[in-house]
């Protein structure tokens, strides 16, 4: 049981290149989140998914795409890096929408824009 | 605004002694109130999550308690150990859809 991962742990762009993060859970769950942390700051929501085939935009969606074509991949897609999302990226799942469900988390992906 | 203060933002202890940080927040309508706690380089881990109606909570040697009238919640760490070297993060979750305001974190130090 390998929880939530996430991939690549760590990566190094030029600005205008794509890329896409990777992030899979193991434990069935039906929602997942995109998180960023800036130094000094809370994390962020990027962009969440409630179910399989579903998403949506959270505080800071722009510049960013998301599909869950498969209920254990949530995926992050940069189509053209700015430095300004130079961050470290989170993912999480949770189980069914209770209000009290714990979030778990991946170990994160830092990327870095040139 | 939604929003979630912590302070102090460091804290250095020794090894043994115990120690509180602090949260402070304004969201609202208010859902539930987590703590969590991120070590380097890995993602958060929740300790406790606590409802409008808990007003204090344990996990091992972490008691969380909440007031909710003064919008004031506090981790209490008893007998710290150096893998307590951590930041912990006060999370406050609103009644509507996925919104969890995330505070900026206490650094906390345990020095032998």
């Known amino acids: 049981n390998a929880g939530v991962t996430q991939t690549p742990k760590f990566r190094v762009l030029k600005t205008g290149q794509s890329m896409t993060l990777l992030c899979a859970q193991d434990m069935n769950h039906e929602y997942m989140y995109w998180y960023r942390q800036d130094p000094g700051m809370g994390l962020r929501l990027i962009h969440y998914s409630v179910g399989e085939g579903t998403t949506a935009k959270g505080e800071v969606p722009d510049g960013y795409n998301v599909s869950r074509l498969k209920k254990q991949n949530f995926l992050l897609g940069l189509e053209s890096a700015a430095p300004s999302q130079t961050s470290v990226y989170f993912c999480a799942s949770s189980d069914r929408d209770t209000r009290q469900e714990t979030q778990y988390f991946g170990p994160g992906t830092r990327l870095l824009v040139l | ?112």
């Open chain 2, 1 to 112: 605004k939604n929003q979630v203060e912590q302070s102090p933002q460091s804290l250095i202890i020794l090894e043994g002694k115990n120690c509180t940080l602090q949260c402070n927040y304004t969201v609202s309508p208010f859902s539930n109130l987590r703590w969590y706690k991120q070590d380097t380089g890995r993602g958060p881990v929740s300790l406790t999550i606590m409802t409008f109606s808990e007003n204090t909570k344990s996990n091992g040697r972490y008691t969380a308690t909440l007031d909710a009238d003064t919008k004031q919640s506090s981790l209490h760490i008893t007998a710290s150990q150096l893998s307590d070297s951590a930041s912990y993060i006060c999370v406050v979750r609103d009644n509507y859809g996925q919104n969890f305001v995330f505070g900026p974190g206490t650094r906390l130090s345990v020095l032998p």
